[in-house]
């Protein structure tokens, strides 16, 4: 089936065609990304021409055959993908709140695209979805119930598509059945978390209500406690509750730690000697060692550690400092096979470890394409 994958974003609007019925390594048939919307381009609905025009140059004449769209927050309403109707985006639309930068973004891609393709079936894959089976003492956060309830503050988690995708890879690669798989799947791209999933199913991750919650981030701060915010914005008059979201989304974490979000700089920094940059990979390796071994519990015993995303791929670096501090859990791994770049999924691990360690790439879009596919089918 031919399927075009759309991540709409506030700015940009990402995309990819797929044909999931070609061999493997030639699924992808052309990607793209429109940037400036809303100042260089008009809004969605242009971008979406545009990308329509694009496609027409590169398809020949093939149709596609349907429309897969990120979505972010499902929230507890979507906890599987859906195929789309006007009351369905409506419903996506009345999950802003909780996700103001990218449900409005979302809803305005999948209008635009319905105006363009009004024939094609048209698939909502959730971020959030992977994360709707965890338990309520994961998601529940230590606040009223009635103020958690007015504003649907709960842990939502992020990702989903990514962690669900690569432990299925994982699962297969150990040559089990995927609801058999027990593990620990830390997703380091930009944006970062790490999920605990037993029996194939999300038990708990790491971001919460929104993706800030954490880990060390490239721009996002993860954890602190909350009374230095509210000392922040009674202490502070310069910052108000807006500025301070963007200090904790936009300029903390490696940045601030660091002077730079791209793991490749910091690490090149530390090895320099910069000592700001060295406390900056410590502190955030020695965080998510903390949530290894934790969610280590969590699954009852992980039977495989795997790292995806830009950073989890591409930095041996990064992971040694992660896997050295996991040690005491008995993990041995190949310094040199840690050190390869590739792009296949691969065991990294030694035998004798007491945990499988993966290296495998995530494919956010191959997922989506596939969940849209098995919709549009049944
Ligand atoms: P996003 O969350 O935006 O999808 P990615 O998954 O693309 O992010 O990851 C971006 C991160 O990956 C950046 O911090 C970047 O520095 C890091 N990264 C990419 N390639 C490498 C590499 N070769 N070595 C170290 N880090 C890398």
């Known amino acids: 089936m031919l399927i075009l994958v759309v991540n709409a974003g506030s700015s940009s609007l990402k995309y990819q065609v797929r044909d999931t019925s070609a061999p493997e390594a030639e699924q992808m048939l052309t990607s793209g990304l429109i940037e400036n919307i809303g100042t260089d381009v008009p809004d969605h609905e242009v971008a979406l021409h545009m990308m329509a025009d694009k496609l027409k140059d590169v398809l020949h004449g093939r149709e596609l055959q349907a429309i897969g769209h990120r979505v972010v927050q499902g929230a507890e309403k979507f906890t599987h993908p859906v195929l789309l109707n006007e ?44 994360h709707s089976t965890m338990p309520e003492h994961a998601w529940r956060y230590a606040i009223p119930y009635d103020l958690a309830d007015k504003y649907s503050i709960r842990r939502y988690g992020f990702h989903g598509t990514s962690h669900e995708y690569v432990s299925h890879v994982a699962a297969d690669m150990l040559g089990i059945a995927r609801d058999e798989f027990n593990g620990v799947v830390a997703h380091l791209g930009n944006g970062a978390s790490v999920t605990a999933v037993k029996g194939g199913k999300s038990v708990d991750t790491s971001m919460g209500y929104t993706p800030l919650a ?81 969610y280590n519990l969590v699954v009852g015993g992980a039977q495989a550690l795997i790292f995806t995303a830009g950073i989890g791929e591409n930095s041996g670096d990064f992971r040694k400092l992660v896997l050295d501090r996991l040690a005491p859990l008995g993990i041995r791994y190949n310094e040199e096979e840690n050190m390869k770049r590739s792009p296949e999924p691969r065991l990294i691990s030694t035998e004798d470890s007491s945990i499988a360690v993966f290296v495998i790439p995530t494919n956010e879009e191959k997922a989506i394409a596939e969940a849209t596919e098995e919709l549009v089918r049944a």
């Open 87 to 130: 009351q369905v985006i409506d419903e996506i639309d009345a999950l802003s709140p909780l996700a103001p930068l990218h449900n409005p973004a979302h809803v305005k891609g999948m209008r635009a695209a319905f105006h363009t393709w009004p024939d094609l079936p048209q698939v909502a894959v959730f971020d959030t979805a992977f």
């Open 214 to 294: 954490g880990l060390v981030m490239g721009t996002r701060s993860g954890d602190i406690d909350p009374s230095a915010l509210t000392t922040i914005l009674t202490r502070d008059p310069e910052i108000d509750a807006e500025r301070l979201d963007t200090i904790l989304n936009k300029e903390s974490g490696l940045l601030a730690l660091a002077g730079s979000n791209d793991m490749r700089k910091v690490v090149e920094s530390a090895q320099s000697g910069d000592e700001r940059a060295q406390l900056a990979l410590d502190m955030t390796a020695y965080r998510l060692m903390k949530y290894i071994g934790g």
